[in-house]
Each structure stands twice: as structure tokens, then as C-alpha cells.
């Protein structure tokens, strides 16, 4: 609007018209020139130029087109044509668009290449690929890592706990970065040979007197394999001895005999008790028979009086020889209680 503005105050005024078309011809030239030169990275181009990086202006094009800023290709490209690397551009673009950093496989390359470490662009892209960092994996395979185990009780045979903490130094196999188990495999496998070792001493003492033994123990068992590791030495940092775990197990088992007995102490109580009560009632049975046999005797007795079996006098003789021996049986007591008169009927 503004240049429409200006075109038609400077031909009212006092341009010719020939000279209107020469700045509207001059002013499209501009637009269109920054439009070109927006679209391509033409300062990028003479940047690779400079560097000795042969690369054709189209193919800056053609990475527009297909939606790959050429500034992550063509910057990684410097990098490695300066290190003396071999890439292609078809390679750095084709790992772009698989969704890899080109740049973090181009520095391990190159970080590969100083430390004398056999490293190829499809291996370091793979390893990209996967979700690893290559280029911290090429840096520890040159400074290897140091991984400290957490705590890890075991117990000897003798029943002592022991509680040890290693230190694994550990290198990275480029080979088996993909595929490879990780870190947690290695400390899992490391926790697993420190509480084999210790469980098979037979006392405690033997770990404490020569913690190495657990090193070259857990060494020789090879527990690198199928990890993306390989383990250069194993070293016990610390050893403490724990819980009496022998004797704890064996008071919590007395503690459960206990309870066990206990418990059939009371199943043979509460069965006596039953019982008790039981016999309780069987006397009780019994003697409501003996009363009711007692009840049956003055019955006896009237009737053998009725019948003339049984005279007057043999009867009072009889009520005579009771009275002599409830007397002679308070003698015997000196002022004991008397016992219960029989009943008169």
C-alpha cells in the first residue's frame, strides 16, 4: 500500500512514465530476491563452500521441499568434513528424517575417531536410534563409569547377616549397545552374586576377614554378558555385620512352639473342664437315683409292717441301732458335725 502510495505521488508530480516502470520493475526485483533468498539458506551454502564441504545449492532446496531444516545437516556435515570423517549428505538427511540427532552421532563419531575406537556411521546411527546416547557411550567406553550398589544383606550359614555395598567399574561395549541390558541389570546381577557368596560361608568371619573373596567370586561368574557393559573390576566398599539372624529364627520358632503348645494346653483344659462338668452331672444323676432309691424304703417298710413281715419291736431294735451309731459317730468327730438324721418315715 505504501509503494502504491508512492508511485502515484511521484507520477503526479514529476517522474515520466518510463521511468515509473524502471523502479516497478526494480522494486518486484528486490521482493523477489528476498523472497529467494529467504527460502534458500544461501549464506549456509557459502559457509560449506568455505569449509570445503561440497554441496549443491538445489539439494539446500530439495531439503526445504522435503521439510529438513538444512542447517542440522549441513552444520554436522562441516563438523565431520573438518574431523576428516567420511558422511554423505544422504545419510545425515536420512537419519534426520528416521527422528535421530545428527549432530550427537556426528560428535561420537568424531569423539570415536580421536580414541582410536572402530565406530561406523549405521552402528552410532542405530545406537541413536534406540534411545541411547551415543555419544556418552563412546565416552565411557574411553573413561570408564564407576556404579555403587545400594546396600545388600545376606546371610551366612552360621546365621549372621552381613551387609555389604560394592563399587563396579564398568566400560561400554559399543557392540552391544543395542539389544543390551542396562545399568539396573548389572547392579541386580552384582546384588545376586554378593548374597550367593556370603551365603555360602559357612561363618560370617571368613567375609569379614577376606571381603576380596566376594569380588572374584561375583568376577568369575561373567555377569556382563547379554548387557551392554563390560565389567572391569568389582570392589567391596564397605562390610558391616547385621542382625543374629540364626537366633532370631529360632526364638521366633520357640515363640510359635510356645504358642502351639499353649494352645493344645488349653484344648486339653477346656476337654478336661467338659469333662469335669460331665462327671458333675452323672453325679447328680446318681444321686437323685439314690434319693429316689432312699424315698422307696420307708415305702418297703410299711408295706412289710401291713403284711405282718416286719413286727413293731424288730422295728424300734432297728430305730435303736441307728441312734447308737449316730452317737458313737459323734464321738468319733469330738463335736463334729452330726450327721443328717435319716428320715423317720
Do not use: C
Amino acid at each position: 500500500m505504501m509503494l502504491a502510495n508512492l508511485l502515484s505521488m511521484a507520477s503526479a508530480s514529476a517522474f515520466p512514465q518510463g521511468a515509473m516502470i524502471v523502479m516497478g520493475i526494480i522494486v518486484v526485483a528486490i521482493i523477489v530476491l528476498a523472497v529467494i533468498l529467504t527460502f534458500v539458506p544461501l549464506g549456509l551454502w557459502i559457509s560449506a563452500l568455505a569449509a570445503g564441504v561440497r554441496i549443491g545449492i538445489f539439494n539446500l532446496i530439495g531439503m526445504r521441499l522435503r521439510r529438513v531444516i538444512p542447517s542440522r545437516i549441513v552444520n554436522p556435515l562441516i563438523k565431520a568434513t573438518k574431523a576428516g570423517l567420511s558422511v554423505s549428505v544422504d545419510k545425515l538427511e536420512a537419519h534426520y528424517l528416521a527422528g535421530g540427532n545428527v549432530d550427537r552421532v556426528v560428535n561420537a563419531l568424531i569423539a570415536a575417531q580421536r580414541a582410536n575406537i572402530p565406530l561406523e556411521f549405521e552402528r552410532a546411527a542405530a545406537i541413536d536410534l534406540a534411545g541411547r546416547d551415543v555419544l556418552q557411550a563412546v565416552q565411557m567406553s574411553v573413561n570408564p563409569r564407576v556404579l555403587e550398589t545400594p546396600k545388600v544383606a545376606a546371610v551366612a550359614k552360621d546365621g549372621i547377616e552381613v551387609i555389604a555395598k560394592a563399587r563396579v567399574t564398568v566400560r561400554a561395549n559399543i557392540d552391544r549397545l543395542v539389544g543390551g541390558a542396562g545399568e539396573e541389570t548389572i547392579l541386580a546381577r552384582v546384588g545376586e552374586g554378593i548374597v550367593t557368596t556370603v551365603g555360602s560361608s559357612s561363618s560370617h568371619k571368613e567375609v569379614l576377614e577376606n571381603p576380596d573373596s566376594i569380588s572374584q567370586t561375583v568376577l568369575n561368574k561373567s555377569l556382563h554378558s547379554g548387557t551392554a557393559f563390560e565389567i572391569l573390576s568389582i570392589d567391596i566398599a564397605d562390610v558391616d555385620v547385621g542382625r543374629n539372624i540364626g537366633a532370631q529364627l529360632q526364638t521366633d520358632q520357640a515363640e510359635a512352639d510356645k504358642r502351639v503348645s499353649q494352645a493344645r494346653a488349653e484344648e486339653r483344659r477346656a476337654m478336661a473342664v467338659a469333662r469335669e462338668q460331665e462327671m458333675r452331672a452323672a453325679v447328680q444323676e446318681m444321686r437323685a437315683k439314690v434319693v429316689e432309691a432312699e424315698a422307696e424304703v420307708p415305702k418297703a417298710m410299711a408295706a412289710a409292717l401291713r403284711e405282718g413281715k416286719l413286727g413293731v419291736m424288730d422295728y424300734y431294735n432297728m430305730r435303736n441301732v441307728i441312734a447308737d451309731t449316730q452317737m458313737r459317730d459323734s464321738i468319733s468327730r469330738m463335736g463334729g458335725d452330726a450327721p443328717a438324721e435319716p428320715d423317720k418315715k
